[in-house]
């Protein structure tokens, strides 16, 4: 299957359920409810061999999250309308990408992160080429993956890590030489379970 807009615009139409890095960790210590908000970019763009997802590779001098693959986003400002302008704002930021330049398809259910976030994610459909201007502050590299690949639950694996002392299960979705896993990986394979069957 090689999804088109109307595919995303039918699967985000479809309920989905909110998601938790404690999915896969039922004992784990949760820090209690989310308190800080966040706001993610999943850019979609059209290429010639389908549509593709933009994420980014983070700095590996970043002392949160170093060196991980992510989308585009961050902890809401006080500025922000809603958590789409955060979204925006910050791909914006970390990869030049124009606000003008993105319609917005609406956004995937809620993730909490062990780390106490509650992440909104947006999607977007970015409408016009676009001039990659990676803010190496923050970001290492911005690449494209096939939605297609995202989008089957096959391609998802199951992992485990011992982080803080205790094991960690997660997904991961690996795609070349990158390495999607944690929170990226679940937000990808909600987005998955909502698209499939359409």
């Known amino acids: 299957m090689i999804p088109q807009q109307a595919d995303i615009l039918r699967a985000l139409a479809r309920p989905g359920g909110a998601s938790s890095d404690f999915d896969l960790n039922p004992g784990a210590e949760s820090p209690g409810p989310a308190k800080k908000e966040a706001g993610v970019l999943v850019p979609l763009i059209e290429r010639a061999s389908g549509v593709h997802v933009v994420l ?22 006080v500025g922000d309308v809603d958590i789409s302008a955060t979204a925006l704002r910050e791909a914006h930021e970390e990869t030049g990408l124009n606000p003008s330049l993105v319609q917005i398809l609406g956004q995937l259910p809620a993730h909490e992160t062990v780390t106490g976030f509650n992440v909104i994610p947006t999607i977007g459909w970015i409408n016009a080429p676009w001039v990659v201007r990676a803010d190496p502050g923050e970001v290492a590299e911005v690449f494209e993956v096939p939605l297609s690949h995202v989008v089957m639950a096959q391609n998802f694996q199951i992992q485990s ?3 803080r002392g205790q094991k960690r299960s997660y997904y991961c ?9 944690g929170a990226t990986a679940r937000i990808l394979r909600g987005l998955a379970d909502q698209m499939s069957p359409l």
């Open 161 to 163: 890590r011992i982080w």
């Open 173 to 181: 979705v690996p795609y070349g030489p990158y390495y999607i896993w």
């Open 56 to 77: 980014t590779k983070r700095a590996a001098h970043l002392s949160s999250h170093p060196g991980q693959i992510a989308f585009p986003g961050g902890k809401r400002d």
